[in-house]
């Protein structure tokens, strides 16, 4: 590498020597040419395992969530300074445990969410810059580590403040399985709406946190709850990609069959959104659900005929007569919590094939009234004891979309009763985990904390009150 010393002009004293090597292309390393706003080929420096605290994880033993990775195991300093660390309790065990693992874009983005739910601020510190790094002198590295995280459990702050707070711990609960049901059948359902695949990611990370506790004893008296909350985990990655299928899935042969021939409503659209119900169903490749080449009533009939020891006397009687005088007598947008299962049995499933090979077998959801809150505290909702006197609902559907469904889930319906005692699904407008909780943290999500403001509002008096305090800012400008 060759170096010169620049004379300068006029007699004035030499440029310090500079890198002048050049690659292939003429350009120097780490400047750029002002001619041609070329950048150099500046090496980028690596960032070292140090700056990422003393527990980080090396690259070579890659992210921490491959599917046989273990945690090593505790060296006796590090359990004893973890004794020490953990009186701070979750907020340290955040931050110990973002430096075990390489979090990419979305793990993170998960992760600060299911913080977020549960009440922890991950929010980037605003104008914090290098503020308080000249003190570190003295400093251990867990300390260090510890004045730049991000993850805060506030000692302090205004009682507004959608985050735990010493002004508002009252309103908290201690509660795992609680947040990772609520994020899990919330915030993750909505995430995954157009991304299907941040379902087993965003499992995967919580999951991996629980075990992270776990392992690293952080708050052993509430051991119990973690083992359910990671309990959840292993149900939600069944049920949550089951809630989507059973979505397009529905209503199902049966259902549709009731709907062509029954539900003549104009204003029929209402209950769907402002569209045609008969439209909505769709294969697993998304294309739409075409009729099975067999007749509505002829799929009415046998099913009725085949389902003769459930549907009772009516409803047999009025399948083997004219389908024309069966009414629709009431129509409901109900909410459901599935109670029973009752899946045709191979006998049954036989006698459906002899009947037409076209005729899907169908069982019976046999499910109770519920009450899907929509986390909204000032709308007037049933007691249990309301709820349990409305009595069971019943109705049939495929056995194939049956087989998704768990007991414990929770549906919204559009409901139809025949006035042959019969009932039908024309919709089906939600489909829940078993874990369902709708935590009030989700109303909080986009809630900023109100500044003062000095400035008089518009009254009868001064009507005009906001266009003044914007003409005087004009002016002081």
């Not at 309790?89 to 983005?109: K, V």
């Amino acid at each position: 590498m060759a170096t010169a010393a620049i004379p300068a002009p006029g007699g004035a004293p030499p440029v310090l020597p500079v890198d002048v090597s050049a690659d292939s292309t003429g350009a120097v390393p780490g400047r750029v040419d002002m001619q041609t706003a070329v950048a150099g080929n500046k090496k980028r420096k690596s960032k070292g395992i140090a700056a990422r605290g003393p527990t980080a994880l090396p690259k070579n033993r890659g992210s921490g969530f491959e599917e046989y990775y273990a945690e090593p195991p505790l060296t006796v300093d590090e359990f004893e300074e973890e004794m020490d660390l953990y009186h701070m309790r979750i907020e340290t065990s955040i931050q110990r445990y973002r430096a075990r693992r390489r979090l990419d874009n979305d793990r993170t983005n998960l992760f600060n969410r299911y913080l977020s739910v549960g009440g922890i601020d991950c929010t980037p510190r605003q104008f914090n810059g290098a503020m308080g790094m000249h003190e570190t002198e003295g400093m251990t590295a867990s300390e260090k580590k510890t004045l730049g995280a991000t993850d805060i459990v506030s000692q302090g702050g205004s009682a507004l403040s959608k985050y735990y707070v010493s002004d508002n711990s009252h309103l908290w609960a201690v509660d795992f399985s609680g947040v990772v049901s609520g994020f899990f059948s919330v915030s993750l359902r909505n995430l995954a709406c157009s991304r299907k695949q941040l379902i087993p990611v965003g499992i995967d990370v919580v999951d991996n946190f629980m075990r992270y506790l776990q392992i690293h004893d952080v708050c052993p008296e509430y051991d119990e709850d973690i083992k359910a909350a990671r309990a959840i985990c292993t149900q939600a990655h069944t049920e949550l990609p089951n809630c989507f299928e059973v979505l397009r899935q529905m209503p199902g042969q049966f259902n549709r069959a009731c709907t062509k021939l029954f539900w003549h409503e104009t204003d029929s659209s209402l209950f769907h959104g402002g569209l045609d119900p008969l439209q909505w169903a769709v294969d697993p490749e998304g294309n739409e659900v075409k009729d099975d080449g067999m007749e509505n009533d002829a799929v009415f009939r046998a099913t009725v005929a085949l389902q003769k020891n459930v549907v009772g006397p009516t409803a047999l009687a009025a399948a083997k007569g004219d389908l024309s005088e069966i009414r629709v007598v009431s129509t409901k947008i109900l909410d459901l919590e599935i109670a029973s299962l009752v899946t045709p049995s191979d006998e049954k499933r036989q006698q459906y094939a002899e009947k037409d090979e076209k005729l899907r077998p169908a069982g019976i959801v046999i499910s109770k009234h519920y009450c899907i809150e929509a986390g909204i505290a000032n709308q007037p909702h049933p007691s249990d004891e309301e709820l349990a006197a409305r009595g069971m609902v019943a109705f049939f559907l495929d056995a194939t979309t049956m087989e998704m469904l768990t007991v414990g889930m929770k549906l919204r319906v559009v409901m139809h009763e025949l006035s042959c005692d019969l009932n039908f699904v024309s919709a089906i407008k939600e489909v829940l985990p078993s874990f369902y909780m709708y935590l009030p943290q989700e109303l909080m999500t986009e809630f900023k904390e109100p500044d003062p403001n000095e400035r008089e509002a518009p009254s009868e008096d001064m009507p005009n009150a906001d266009d003044d305090a914007m003409a005087d800012a004009g002016k002081d400008e």
